[in-house]
Nanobody, 121 residues
Framework: QVQLVESGGGLVQAGGSLRLSCAASERTFRTYNMGWFRQAPGKEREFVAAIWSGGSITYNEPVKGRFTISKDNAKNTMYLQMNSLKPEDTAVYYC???????????????WGQGTQVTVSS
């Protein structure tokens, strides 16, 4: 069973920064493509960023240039550095692991529990 444990959410003013973390087992990092999704109130869950098992990275357009996804294999932890935050970034952020396309919600194999990010204006 794959376990994904997120941390790092909170309340921040617009223009501020937060860093989310997702801890997983070593096998998970070696086996799965990893990513982040978010879900705002009343909206569908949307893809945010992915880091593929081969190391390449994909971002959704709304976060390009502001968010950075990375992983530390030695710590078995994935990060999402979020800068220049906007009120529209407010959402529950979920860590995701998939053997195939981690950019597609229906193809995600495992989810974290979610962490709330709130950006005030």
């Amino acid at each position: 069973q794959v376990q994904l444990v997120e941390s790092g959410g909170g309340l921040v003013q617009a223009g501020g920064s937060l860093r989310l973390s997702c801890a997983a087992s070593e096998r998970t990092f070696r086996t799965y493509n990893m990513g982040w999704f978010r879900q705002a109130p009343g909206k569908e869950r949307e893809f945010v960023a992915a880091i593929w098992s081969g190391g390449s990275i994909t971002y959704n357009e709304p976060v390009k240039g502001r968010f950075t996804i990375s992983k530390d294999n030695a710590k078995n932890t994935m990060y999402l550095q979020m800068n220049s935050l906007k009120p529209e970034d407010t959402a529950v952020y979920y860590c995701a692991a998939a053997t195939r396309l981690v950019t597609v919600q229906s193809l995600v194999d495992y989810w974290g529990q979610g962490t709330q990010v709130t950006v005030s204006s």
